[in-house]
């Protein structure tokens, strides 16, 4: 099927981008689904793994009545697929035609077609967002094995800095398998070798470790969790370690600007400013545009060498 694509991309270029453009705004209306349940799913997972080492060390049968009672309450099927998405309202399903990305939205008038209930316009804007980008991610690398393995990393990164803006978190469900994926695709060098790949990975967590277990000594409070060491880890295994340094840079240049600006407007100090959306522009920003980048910032600096 990809042969046919690359076929239509070489006689009829914005076609392929004008495909790209609405298969990327049906992953973002996934993408939605991800960001609100993946959370969710991790939470109950803990809560069941809670619930068994409770029982392993109890003795109380009232307490294991109650704890088993909280368990069976989520027996229901809820993953990526099931239950089907519905009104958090009224609680009606949503048909169809109301879900398809974007445009669903605007026959809506951005209300429930049952309770009217407002709708998040964040919906359309992820949906929007992530086809903008998969056009821009096919306009850049065409439409070839590198242009969809692109595709799913800016899925990916999307997803991830939406997931840690709303619960602070990075799931392994995500970090780990993308690394991994990385360092597969780069097996056959769609980016970089699979040796800069690995060190790239290596580079990303160990750097991030350093700086979390330096800044722990001096101030005793943890500055970022794991989740952003695998994360740059992740991108390390994509894009090789020479992009390792301008992720940081750049995720550290906007992790400033952007914080100073909240500080600024009132943010308190005490409540965390999340990284993970940072890693994930900058990792994206490196994907696209990293080798021109680095080119740029050597020739300016052995310019007078």
Not at 136 to 162: K, P, R
């Amino acid at each position: 099927m990809i042969e046919n694509f690359i076929l239509l991309d070489a006689q009829y270029p914005w076609a392929a981008y004008f495909i790209a453009f609405l298969f990327g705004s049906a992953i973002g209306s996934f993408l939605n689904v991800v960001v609100y349940r993946l959370p969710i799913m991790l939470s109950r997972d803990w809560h069941d793994q809670a619930v068994e080492i409770i029982e392993e060390t109890n003795s109380d049968p009232e307490l294991s009545r109650l704890l088993k009672a909280t368990v069976k309450e989520q027996t229901e099927p809820f993953n990526l697929v099931l239950p089907n998405s519905r009104c958090p309202g009224c609680g009606a399903a949503i048909r169809p035609w109301h879900n398809i990305p974007v445009l669903g939205y605007l026959l809506l008038g951005g209300k429930c077609a049952d309770c009217k209930t407002s709708i998040s316009i964040r919906y359309p804007i992820i949906e929007f967002t992530t086809a903008l980008l998969t056009m821009l991610v096919i306009m850049e690398f065409g439409v070839s094995w590198q242009g969809l393995a692109a595709c799913t990393l800016t899925w990916g990164l999307i997803a991830l800095a939406l997931i840690d803006f709303d619960t602070q978190l990075l799931p392994d469900d995500i970090t780990l398998l993308f690394l991994w994926l990385g360092l597969s695709v780069n097996f056959f060098y769609l980016f970089t070798s699979l040796s800069q790949a690995f060190l790239g990975a290596a580079a990303g967590y160990l750097i991030f470790w350093s700086v979390y277990q330096l800044f722990k000594l001096v101030t005793g409070k943890e500055g970022m969790g794991y989740g952003d060491f695998k994360m740059l880890a992740m991108l390390g295994a994509w894009l090789g370690l020479s992009a390792v340094p301008l992720i940081i840079v750049l995720s550290s240049f906007a992790g400033a600007v952007i914080g100073g600006l909240l500080i600024a407007t009132g943010w308190s100090r005490d409540k965390p400013i999340k990284f993970g959306p940072f890693l994930a522009v900058a990792g994206w920003i490196a994907l696209m545009w990293g080798n021109d980048l680095i080119s740029m910032y050597l020739e300016f600096a052995l310019r007078d060498v």
